[in-house]
């Protein structure tokens, strides 16, 4: 489809000038090119409405490899419908974050979707810009924010946790490294305890935002904090829309929200 859409455009300027040398009047050459653009329109709606249809069908039951970049580092990922909460998700091994940096680095996102729906990958700084919260429920036990960021930055996850538990004496009959076997023991590998950090934050900023959740994606993919692909026509023609149409759009559902809630409570 991106093809396609590259064959119109091309297609659409050739005709201009085409039809302005032919019809040797400017008047002809812009009614002839206007009616040019309203077929390209039309077509490129098409397209749209494709995506759109395609997305509601789809987003809701197929996986997603999700993301987490940090200074142009992938630090985490897991795959998962991000609908389903009474599915596990599955963690992104240490091997095939290597692989999947490299591909990164050259951004050849096509060899890093694999057989997902679609490929998301979220900038961890954005999002903690957005996030609120301040402590975060993490299992069994609770973790502060920077605590999430220490255990995304960590080279060794488990002592973020370890010294957690310690500071918390939720393990006072323990040796530190008793606890440091439990917590083995129960995450099992530093790449599934950095998913689920990532995971409870991206769980706490959709629990914050609301409705307005989808607008912020639409913003950060927009300004390049997020990596969407395969890039379909919804999200090709988001770049073009102007920030304060989204915005406006923000404001829209706020008060629209505001108005929910205060008939709510009269």
Request: aromatic share 8%.
């Amino acid at each position: 489809m991106e093809w396609a859409l590259i064959i119109v455009v091309l297609l659409y300027v050739l005709a201009a000038v085409v039809a302005f040398k032919l019809l040797k009047s400017v008047v002809k050459a812009l009614l002839w090119v206007g009616a040019v653009g309203i077929i390209l329109v039309i077509l490129l709606s098409f397209f749209v409405y494709k995506d759109v249809s395609d997305l509601r069908e789809n987003w809701p039951v197929s996986q997603k490899l999700l993301l987490a970049e940090k200074d142009g580092k992938l630090v985490a990922g897991l795959v998962s419908s991000l609908s389903n909460a009474g599915v596990e998700p599955e963690f992104v091994t240490a091997e095939q974050l290597v692989s999947l940096q490299s591909s990164f680095n050259n951004k050849d996102f096509a060899s890093m979707i694999g057989d997902n729906y679609k490929l998301l990958i979220m900038d961890v700084d954005s999002v903690l810009a957005e996030v609120k919260a301040e402590q975060f429920s993490f299992g069994e036990m609770n973790v502060s924010r920077g605590d999430v960021v220490s255990i995304l930055e960590s080279d060794d996850a488990f002592v973020v946790l370890v010294d957690r538990l310690m500071v918390d004496k939720s393990s006072d009959s323990k040796t530190r490294a008793q606890v440091e076997a439990d917590v083995v023991k129960s995450a099992g590998s530093q790449e599934k305890v950095k998913a689920m950090a990532f995971g409870v934050l991206i769980a706490q900023l959709f629990s914050e935002k609301g409705p307005q959740a989808g607008l912020f994606v639409l913003k950060e993919f927009k300004s390049g904090g997020l990596v969407v692909y395969p890039e379909t026509a919804v999200f090709k023609t988001i770049k073009f829309v102007p920030g304060f149409v989204i915005d406006s759009a923000g404001k829209i559902v706020e008060k629209r929200m505001k108005g929910v809630v205060g008939n709510g409570n009269s």
